[in-house]
Every structure is written in structure tokens, then in C-alpha cells.
């Protein structure tokens, strides 16, 4: 089967989908999604989005805020650039029928989450994601040039070096090999423009609070493709996800914090005050760290979150979706502290692209969590993340246009999906104890505290399952399960490798062998790219 289109987006959070509506009123697009259109991380945001609307605000104080958050490692052009784009971006939002909280003004009632100096967050109650992609959803699937593709996987970027199997100069992106996992097809998906918004890889880890789809399928497939990977050391952990027995991993909203919440120990100690001078309000790193040590030397399964201090009306009003989830769970947020752990939740690292969201491969984009843009450096400040989803798929859009419009040379024959001798598998439960292995392994070895022996550790484990799955992949029928392990896989080693690159702590990178942050020798980036000769990851700095 072959489909052709102007624009296909693999993806469907916010960067995706805003991307599709900026471009569907000058060709044909194509979206792909590998669950239902709303399945992902922009739907599960609870925060809000950062911009500076409020006349005691300046995108000076964002900029510095994002900065200190990002441990000086984000790249100054880009902070910049999507602080002041950020009015913009949420006008967008708007037009296109989101609906924000907003006072009896009328005005955007604006909250504060940690690192920010200022209320600047814009939020939709405690569901702000779900409000965001109801909107976009809703005008996407009512563009008649917009053709969706629910529960369909992306396999592989099809490249001209890989049609055509000639060592170019510049590879361009062709399109994509996907697999329809409810009939186990896969077709070519040809398009003139490729973006991957695929969202982040959360579930490289056991613990997170990411959606099942967050796999790192960009990511993977834009390094087996060639490009360059930045960065990937730096993995957020969310300070707080609700901890009980029988609960999926909860997000409780930093925004709880940034309305007077307090972190407490088992004895009921609040002991943020231990660890920065913000206390509660401290940035992500430094909170998840704090609280991984606390549990370490308590011995406990968790802390807990206290905002009994506060009227119960005012906690069911700002926060009826966290309630409502709490109460379910026999928690009363009300009256009693929730207890809560660190989850993996936000990658920082991801496809270098450039200021306008184009990677090294000619005519492939890379936008949303998928993506490295130099905005986050070190560490995600709270609630930036929809932003730069926001912002960079309309560069991204118009950088696409001017692509549309150039003369290209004569696009090569893709050739069709060859499944060889694959068979159906009998072994499903090689995947499945494979997937339980990497996330294990991730966990314990390459979490909020790391050492060079635990990294190696983990590598070396990495690579023997690496081996079963190649093996495996060619010999079976692809499955979405088996794509998405390979996937995850490919992401561990990325991420092992760029924190054994690292001697250095910095933001989300902390390890025991080299305590102290390094201005002089590692305010840089980490790169890492496939050897296009060898097919080994190679690493590099800038």
C-alpha cells in the first residue's frame, strides 16, 4: 500500500497537530499516530504554558528563569527567541478555540510553578493539555486536507541514501515506512516534507508518569537514519507522581507546589528548606534529588505532599481533576498529604535541529519533545514544554513552506516493504521480558543518581538485549511491541552513552564521580551520531 501527501507529521501532541494546521491550507497532510489521535503527553499536561502576558512580567525575567533553570547550559539565541514568540503562540491557541481559565476580568488568571519568578503559567484548570489537544483535534479533524491514521506506527524514515544506496553529501527524508498494527501492514508513506513530533521516551524507564505511547520512536528512527542526537543524559524526573499500590503513574501538578503545597518526610518534617533556598518552588532536578535522598535515608517508599493549610474549596476549584484522581485512590487531599515518588517525565536532549526546527537530514523536521532546540539546556523550567512545542512547529511550518517551493531534483522510486522470511512469531514472551529488562536496568542504573560503574552496567546489558532483538526483528513480522522495544532500546544506549560522555553534574545529570558542575571544561553539548561506515555511535561536543 502507498500513500503520498505534501506533509506527513508522525505524531499528534500540540507541535504536531499545530504543525498540520499551520501547513493544511498548502497541500495535502498526513498525520500518523500509533494509538487513538489523543493519546499522548500534550493530553495528559496538567501545568499550563508559560508566556509573558502580565504588564509585571518581562521576557527578560523569563529568559534569566529559563537560564537558571537550565543550569546555563540553554542556548541564549533560542531562550530568546521563544520567550518573545510566546504571546504568539498562545494567540494561536486561542483562534483555534482553547480555552484558557481566565479571572472575572476577563484576564488570564496566571499561576506560578517552580523556577519562575513570576506568575506567567496560563492554565486550564489542572487539565490544561486535555483542553489544548481537544481544540486542535477538533480543528484538525474538521480540515478537509488533513487525512489522520490512528493506531498506525512509524517503522523507519525512508531516506534517498536508503532508496537509492548512494553515500550522499546531505541525505533528504523521503517519508516513512509505517506499520497499520490493527491489520500488520506496512506501507510506504511518501511525502515532501517528514516531520517526526513523536513526543518523549518516558518509558525507557520503569517508573513514569509519560503515556504508554512515549517510546523515543523519533528519536530512534532519526538516528538509525543518520542524524545527529543531542544531549540525551539529561532525563527529568518529575519530583512528584502519586505513589499507591493499585495507581497508573499520576502526575500531581508542580502547580500544586506554586500554590503553597509542601513537601513533607515520613516524620512530617518539611525539608525542602535543606536543599535551596526556594524550598518547594526549587527547580526539578533539585526537588527530585531532594526527594530521592530522603527516601534513601529514611528507607520509606516516598514523601509526601501537603496542602491541608489551604480551603478545601480552593484546592477543588484550582485542582478538581488531581482531587477527583486522589479521592478514587481513598486520598482526600483535603484533609490528608498525598503521598508521592520522582518519575521519569521530561527529556531534555532529543533530534538536533536548527532555529527553525530542521535536522541535518534535508526535508526532515523534528519538533516537539522528540526534538533538541537549545531552549531547555540542563533542565526543562516548569511549563516551558508546551511552549516550545507551540513555537517551534510555526518556524518549523514556515521553513516547510519555503522548502515546498524550491526546485527539487526528481524524487527516486521508493522501493516497497520487503518482509523477506519473516514468520509469524511463537516467542512473544521474549519481547515482552526484553521490554522489562531495559526499563529495570534504566531504573537502577542510569536514574537521578548515577556512577560511571552503574552506567557501564547498564550498557553492557543494553547490548546483549540489543543482539536478541536484532535477531528477533528480522525474523518475525513486526509488531507495534517489538518496534517500540527496539525503540526504547536504541534510546537507553543513546542516553548511557551521552552520560558516560558527561564528566560532570549538571541539571539532570548528577554523578557520584563528578559531584560539582564545570563551567571551565563542560559548559557544552553532547552529541552523538551513527558512524555511517561502521554503524557505531559516535560522540562529540559543542
Known amino acids: 500500500m502507498e500513500y503520498t501527501s505534501d506533509f506527513l507529521v508522525i505524531g499528534s501532541g500540540i507541535a504536531g497537530l499545530s504543525f498540520a494546521l499551520k501547513l493544511a491550507g498548502y497541500g495535502s497532510v498526513a498525520i500518523v499516530t500509533k494509538r487513538e489521535i489523543s493519546d499522548n503527553a500534550t493530553n495528559l499536561a496538567q501545568g499550563g504554558i508559560a508566556s509573558v502576558i502580565s504588564s509585571e512580567d518581562s521576557f527578560t525575567a523569563h529568559f534569566q528563569d529559563t537560564m537558571r533553570a537550565g543550569a546555563y547550559l540553554s542556548r541564549e539565541d533560542v531562550v530568546r527567541m521563544v520567550v518573545e514568540s510566546g504571546p504568539k503562540a498562545v494567540q494561536d491557541l486561542v483562534e483555534w478555540g482553547v480555552q484558557f481559565t481566565r479571572r472575572d476580568d476577563d484576564s488570564f488568571d496566571l499561576t506560578r510553578e517552580g523556577g519562575h519568578s513570576k506568575r506567567r503559567v496560563l492554565h486550564a484548570r489542572d487539565i490544561t493539555g486535555q483542553e489544548i489537544e481537544r481544540a486542535l483535534v477538533e480543528a484538525v479533524e474538521n480540515h478537509p486536507s488533513i487525512t489522520i491514521f490512528e493506531h498506525h506506527i512509524a517503522v523507519d524514515l525512508i531516506t534517498e541514501a536508503k532508496a537509492t544506496r548512494k553515500a550522499l553529501d546531505r541525505d533528504r527524508c523521503l517519508g516513512a515506512y509505517v506499520l497499520d498494527i490493527r491489520k500488520g ?29 512515549s517510546t523515543g520512536d523519533g528519536i530512534a528512527m532519526a538516528y538509525r537514519a543518520g542524524a545527529t542526537i543531542a544531549n540525551m543524559e539529561f532525563m527529568q524526573f518529575h519530583p512528584t507522581t502519586l505513589f499507591h499500590p493499585h495507581a497508573k503513574p499520576f502526575l500531581i501538578s ?33 526537588v527530585a534529588r531532594a526527594i530521592d535522598n530522603e527516601m534513601k535515608t529514611s528507607g520509606e517508599d516516598c514523601v509526601f505532599l501537603d496542602i491541608t493549610h489551604k480551603e478545601p474549596e480552593f484546592i477543588k476549584e484550582h485542582f478538581p481533576n488531581i482531587y477527583r484522581t486522589c479521592l478514587s485512590y481513598g486520598i482526600d487531599m483535603t484533609c490528608e498529604m498525598i503521598p508521592v515518588v520522582p518519575a521519569a517525565h521530561y527529556l ?11 535536522t541535518d537530514i534535508h526535508n526532515l523536521f523534528a519538533i516537539g519533545e522528540t526534538s533538541w532546540t537549545g531552549l531547555h539546556g540542563a533542565n526543562r523550567l516548569a511549563s516551558n514544554g508546551l511552549l516550545e512545542g507551540a513555537v517551534f512547529s510555526d518556524r518549523a511550518a514556515h521553513k516547510a513552506l519555503e522548502r515546498l517551493s524550491e526546485i ?73 511491541d517489538l518496534l517500540e522495544l527496539r525503540n526504547i532500546t536504541t534510546v537507553a544506549e543513546l542516553i548511557i552513552r551521552c552520560a558516560l560522555a558527561r564528566r560532570e ?32 555511535p559516535e560522540i562529540g561536543y559543542s
Open 408 to 480: 527539487l531534483s526528481p524524487t527516486p522510486a521508493i522501493p516497497s516493504w520487503d518482509f523477506g522470511n519473516a514468520r509469524d512469531s511463537d516467542e512473544d514472551v521474549v519481547v515482552a521480558h526484553n521490554w522489562h529488562e531495559v526499563r529495570l536496568s534504566m531504573w537502577n542504573y542510569v536514574g537521578i543518581v548515577r556512577t560511571d560503574k552503574r552506567l557501564n552496567r547498564a550498557l553492557r546489558r543494553i547490548h546483549l538485549i540489543q543482539e536478541e532483538i536484532l535477531e528477533y526483528y528480522w525474523n518475525f513480522y513486526p509488531t507495534s
Open 254 to 286: 508542580e502547580a500544586v507546589r506554586g500554590e503553597g503545597a509542601v513537601l513533607r518526610n515520613s516524620q512530617g518534617r518539611a525539608f525542602m528548606e535543606d536543599y535551596h533556598e526556594r524550598k518547594d518552588l526549587a527547580p526539578r532536578d533539585i
Open 185 to 213: 501492514r506496512v506501507s510506504t508513506f511518501g511525502a515532501r516534507i517528514t516531520t517526526l513530533a513523536t513526543g518523549g521516551a518516558g518509558k525507557v524507564y520503569l517508573y513514569t508518569c509519560n503515556p504508554d505511547v
Open 505 to 536: 553534574s549538571r541539571g539532570l545529570h548528577y554523578t557520584m564521580d563528578y559531584p560539582k558542575r564545570d563551567d571551565m571544561h563542560w559548559k557544552k553539548d553532547t552529541f552523538v551520531r551513527k558512524n555511517p561506515k561502521t554503524g557505531e
Open 348 to 358: 531534555c536532549g532529543g533530534i538536533k535541529v536548527d532555529i527553525w526546527g530542521e
